[in-house]
C-alpha cells in the first residue's frame, strides 16, 4: 500500500518523476479565500461495492438517448495538468456530454492559479494567470465565473481531473489532510447532494466530494482507482496514495480499473481513476466517458 504522505510527496514533486517541479509547502488560502479545516478519523477501503452501489461496464453507449435534454455543469480549474484542468479528462467530458446531447455550461473559479507551471519542463513561472481564463482555453471562451453556477438551473454536475482541482478548487497539493475547500465547491457539492442529483469526478477530483461530504454523508463511496502503486495487472498508479486520503475524510474508496466507473447509486455520486492510472489517452478518455454514462443514468431516476 502507499502511505497518504508518501501521495502527497509525489503531488508535490509532480505527478511524473521524470520532472523536478518543487512546489510551496505554505498555505494559500488567503490569496483564494478558502476554508480550511482538519480531520483525521478513517473508513475502510474496498474492493467491491455494497448493494446499492456498483461498477459499469467498459462499454458505452455512442449514441444519445433520453438523456439528450439534460442540463450539466461542468467545473473546471484552468488549463494544464500540472497547474489547472487536465485538458484529455476535461475535453472527454465535454465531448461525451455533447455525444448525449446534453446541454452544457462550464464554470471556472474568478481568481488567479495557485501558480503556473511551464509543462515541459516542470518549473513553477513567475508570471500569473487566471483560472478562468485559463479554463477558457478549453471551451473555445465559454465559461462562467464558478460563483454563477446555481443549482437549480442544472441535473448533474461534472468535475474532471488535474491538478487544479488539488491546488485551486482545494489546497490538497499543499496541505493534505488539513486542506481547505473553496468554499463554492463545497457549496456546490452539498447542494447537488441536497437536491438529489448526480455527481460525477474524475482523477483526483473525487478528493473534493470526500472533503465537502465525507463527514456528513453517510457510506460515502468513491474511486480514484487503485490503493497500490502497481495492481496486479502491472498497471502504473503513482498517485495510489489518495485512496487512503480519501478514507482519511470519512468516505469509503472502492478500488476500480480503467475499465469502470464506481456508481454510489444511493448517494448519486459516480468517480473514475482516469489519469489517476498511467494510461494511454484513449483508456483515458473511454474511462470519462463511463463516469458520464453512469451520471447521465442516475440523472434519468
Same mark, same amino acid.
Request: net charge neutral; charged share 20%.
Given at each position: ?44 477501503? %474496498? ?29 473546471? %480549474? ?6 489547472? %484542468? ?83 478548487? %482545494? ?18 457539492? /452539498? ?40 495492481? /496486479? ?49 484513449? /483508456? ?18
Amino acid at each position: 500500500l502507499v502511505s497518504f504522505p508518501k501521495m502527497l510527496a509525489l503531488l508535490r514533486t509532480r505527478c511524473s518523476r521524470r520532472l523536478h517541479l518543487r512546489l510551496p509547502h505554505s498555505p494559500i488560502t488567503s490569496a483564494f479565500g478558502l476554508t480550511s479545516s482538519s480531520s483525521s478519523s478513517s473508513s475502510s477501503s %474496498s474492493s467491491s461495492s455494497s448493494s446499492s452501489s456498483s461498477s459499469s461496464s467498459s462499454s458505452f453507449s455512442t449514441t444519445s438517448s433520453s438523456d439528450s435534454k439534460k442540463n450539466v455543469a461542468v467545473v473546471l %480549474s484552468g488549463c494544464g495538468v500540472y497547474d489547472g %484542468s487536465e485538458v484529455t479528462e476535461a475535453v472527454a467530458a465535454l465531448v461525451h456530454l455533447s455525444r448525449r446531447g446534453c446541454s452544457v455550461k462550464s464554470f471556472a473559479p474568478l481568481q488567479p492559479q495557485m501558480h503556473v507551471i511551464d509543462h515541459t519542463t516542470g518549473e513553477e513561472q513567475k508570471e500569473k494567470r487566471n483560472a478562468l481564463k485559463e479554463s477558457a482555453r478549453i471551451t473555445r471562451g465559454v465559461v462562467d465565473p464558478l460563483d454563477m453556477l446555481d443549482v437549480d438551473d442544472f441535473d448533474a454536475v461534472v468535475f474532471p481531473g488535474g491538478f487544479g482541482a488539488a491546488k485551486n478548487l %482545494s489546497t490538497f497539493a499543499t496541505m493534505g489532510m488539513d486542506c481547505g475547500i473553496h468554499p463554492k465547491v463545497k457549496l456546490i457539492l /452539498e447542494k447537488f447532494h441536497d437536491a438529489s442529483k448526480p455527481i460525477g469526478l474524475c482523477c483526483i477530483s473525487p478528493v473534493l466530494a470526500a472533503k465537502a461530504l465525507g463527514k456528513t454523508v453517510p457510506n460515502l463511496e468513491l474511486t480514484v482507482g487503485s490503493d497500490k502503486e502497481e495492481d /496486479e495487472k502491472g498497471n502504473k498508479w503513482p498517485h495510489a496514495g489518495a485512496a487512503e486520503a480519501i478514507s482519511n475524510f470519512g468516505a469509503t474508496h472502492v478500488v476500480t480499473g480503467l475499465d469502470s466507473a464506481h456508481v454510489d447509486a444511493k448517494n448519486l455520486v459516480v468517480t473514475s481513476a482516469a489519469y489517476m492510472c498511467d494510461a494511454a489517452p484513449h /483508456e483515458v478518455f473511454d474511462n470519462v466517458g463511463l463516469m458520464v454514462e453512469e451520471t447521465l443514468k442516475l440523472a434519468e431516476k
